[in-house]
Every structure is written in structure tokens, then in C-alpha cells.
């Protein structure tokens, strides 16, 4: 198989979810459809705590020290706040949801902004998280794309109770996926292994955290700008490296 097979099995996955979950979606009533939304955001809840746990990491801890790693995540989420906030990343996400529901539909405000919440939260779903980067790193190595696979197949899940709930803006996150996950593959394939285990661990922890936002969305809790917030997916691993270096 060749590289960036799993980002092209992962896009396959989230559009034929997206499609059963519309054409189940007009069945539900919108009493159906909150239900299916909350369910969601307690499971996305229940990823984001087993990703975050990662912060316990023993490898992690013994390269930075044992109070570390809480410092390096809650370091990464605000420089990468700052960063994300300055970048405007959470309302380029809204405007490029808004322009794609411009060219893929005609509906009215309400449409467009279910569209719009659609892509931006199934996109920081599908693309937040150590599946997206481990995953398309190893398809890249040539390590295979099974992390792919299996990421593929609870995206689809997902995909069909998102869209039977927000429509067709979660079919468009494909658009997310490719861009990067295939990113992420071609790293993989150009530069190699990049990532120590202590980084890989700094980024799943605090990629954890953001699904947490992400899930508080889904239940209506607060809208956290988790958008603004990727750039910590950056901090976290250099910030790990700069703290071992120190030590």
C-alpha cells in the first residue's frame, strides 16, 4: 500500500458516515437529535480524559522531572492561546466553514450556522488527538496505516451521529483531515521518526485537554475557542525538549 492509504480510508469513513447520519438525521426529532449531540460529548469527554492521563506518563516524567509535565501542558495551552488568538485560527475556521457551506449549499442563517459548527467541531474531533499524529506519522514512515484504520472506523461512527445532529458541515471536515493528516504523513515520510516518546506524550496530554473544550462544546457547557488553542500542539513537544535539555 502507499503512504497516506489511512488519510484516504479515514476521508472514505467520515463521508459515508456523514451521508448515513443525514439521511437519519431528518428521521430524529430535535429532541433526538440534543440527545445524540450529549451522548457525543460524553464520550468525546471520556477520549479526552484517557488522552490527558498521559500527563501521569513515567517516561515523560523521568525526562523532565516529576512536576514537569503539568507545567509543560498548562505552558503549551497558554502560549499556544496567545499564539492561536493573535492568528485568529477559530474565526479562519468559522470563515472557511462559512465559505464552504456558500459553495455546497443554499440555506438560510440557521443552516449556515449548524454548517459552520458542524465542520469546526467534527474537524477538531477528527484531527485532535494521537491517533491523527501517530497514525499519519507511521503511514508515512511505512510503518503501515493500521492506527489509520482503526482511527477510521470510530470517525465513521462518530460521523453518523454528528451529521444525524449538525448535517452536512461534518461531511466537509474531510477537507481537515486531508490537509492534515496528509500533512503529517508526508513529515513521516520526509524526516523520519521526529518525535521522542516524551513528545509524543507532551502532545497527547495536552491534545486530551483540547478534546475536553471540544466536548464542552458538545454539551452546551461553554464555547471554548479550541481552534485558538492548536498551536499548543507545537508548544508541548518543544517545550518538553527545551525542559529535558535543561535538566
Not at 430524529?28 to 449531540?37: C, H
Amino acid at each position: 500500500m502507499f503512504p497516506g492509504i489511512g488519510t484516504v480510508v479515514n476521508m472514505a469513513a467520515v463521508l459515508v458516515g456523514s451521508s448515513i447520519g443525514v439521511l437519519l438525521g431528518h428521521r430524529f426529532s430535535e429532541r433526538t437529535r440534543g440527545v445524540v449531540t450529549d451522548a457525543l460529548g460524553l464520550v468525546t469527554l471520556l477520549i479526552a480524559a484517557s488522552a490527558a492521563g498521559t500527563v501521569t506518563d513515567r517516561g515523560w516524567a523521568a525526562e523532565v522531572g516529576g512536576s514537569a509535565p503539568v507545567l509543560i501542558v498548562l505552558g503549551s495551552l497558554v502560549v499556544g492561546g496567545i499564539i492561536g488568538s493573535l492568528l485568529r485560527i477559530e474565526l479562519r475556521l468559522e470563515g472557511f466553514g462559512g465559505w464552504l457551506q456558500r459553495r455546497l449549499t443554499s440555506g438560510p442563517g440557521t443552516d449556515r450556522q449548524r454548517f459552520i459548527e458542524g465542520f469546526v467541531t467534527s474537524s477538531l474531533v477528527f484531527c485532535v488527538g494521537p491517533l491523527t499524529v501517530l497514525g499519519a506519522l507511521n503511514d508515512g514512515l511505512g510503518n503501515g496505516a493500521d492506527q489509520l484504520y482503526l482511527k477510521s472506523a470510530l470517525d465513521g461512527f462518530a460521523a453518523i451521529a454528528f451529521a444525524a445532529s449538525l448535517g452536512w458541515g461534518v461531511a466537509a471536515s474531510v477537507v481537515a483531515v486531508a490537509v492534515v493528516q496528509g500533512s503529517l504523513t508526508a513529515v513521516g515520510a520526509v524526516a523520519g521518526d521526529i518525535l521522542p516518546v516524551a513528545e509524543v506524550a507532551a502532545l497527547t496530554a495536552t491534545g486530551g485537554l483540547m478534546l475536553v473544550g471540544v466536548a464542552l462544546r458538545l454539551l452546551r457547557i461553554r464555547q471554548i475557542p479550541v481552534g485558538d488553542l492548536l498551536p499548543g500542539l507545537v508548544v508541548a513537544p518543544v517545550l518538553t525538549g527545551i525542559v529535558a535539555a535543561l535538566r
